[in-house]
């Protein structure tokens, strides 16, 4: 069976509340992943549903909280290139505690969050993801479909022309603005995995 390489911003994934708020704010830039992506460049909405799998921690919920208002799960405004895949030692308790403690990846319960979707792992990863908000909103249905398993695609190909030629001409605006600020928070990250591998 062939399978195809998609086009930049032609796949896009689902994120469950407390992620899709976190990475839209700026208060995190990595996501729990087993598997790599065919294509580093995503667009991002949120789950068709606020039921989860995973629990949040108190701060996970204090965000839902607060900001849920803003999620619409019919649009999107956000888009991401994956910067880095970074293997993570997944199963490690106290690599967990320091990630939360230092409020790299603390919207989900150590336990019930991280642990339980690591819990039957042999490839854990972090996606570092540079966020950026699209000046317009791709609507479900319209723009783009939801597809298995949290993986979605652009049914407009002149969105997918607009996405692309927005990000080439540098017309996104990253969530979080300073390169050196992005790159400080990942080397943070890449250090701690460090210690605990």
């Not at 796949?11 to 294509?39: M, T, W």
């Not at 293997?87 to 642990?115: H, L, Q, S, T, V």
């Not at 000046?135 to 190909?157: T, V």
Request: contains cysteine.
């Amino acid at each position: 069976m062939i399978h195809m390489v998609k086009d930049r911003f032609e796949i896009g994934r689902s994120f469950e509340d407390a992620n899709y708020l976190a990475l839209k704010k700026g208060l995190q830039i990595v996501i729990c992943e087993k598997k790599r992506k065919s294509n580093d460049y995503i667009f991002m909405t949120p789950k068709a549903s606020r039921k989860g799998s995973f629990k949040e921690s108190l701060e996970g919920k204090e965000v839902v909280n607060k900001h849920g208002h803003e999620i619409d799960r019919k649009k999107t405004n956000l888009v991401s290139r994956i910067d880095d895949y970074l293997p993570i030692p997944g199963k490690n308790r106290n690599f967990w505690k320091e990630i939360k403690e230092k409020k790299i990846f603390y919207m989900w319960d150590i336990e019930e969050g991280p642990m339980k979707f690591f819990e039957d792992a042999n490839n854990m990863l972090f996606w570092v993801l540079r966020v950026y908000e699209t000046p317009f909103y791709l609507s479900k249905n319209d723009d783009y479909e939801h597809g298995p398993r949290g993986n979605n695609n652009i049914i407009d190909p002149k969105i997918h022309e607009k996405l692309k030629n927005l990000y080439d001409k540098d017309e996104l605006e990253p969530v979080i603005e300073s390169d050196e600020e992005f790159y400080e928070r990942k080397e943070k990250i890449k250090e701690i995995i460090d210690r605990h591998t």
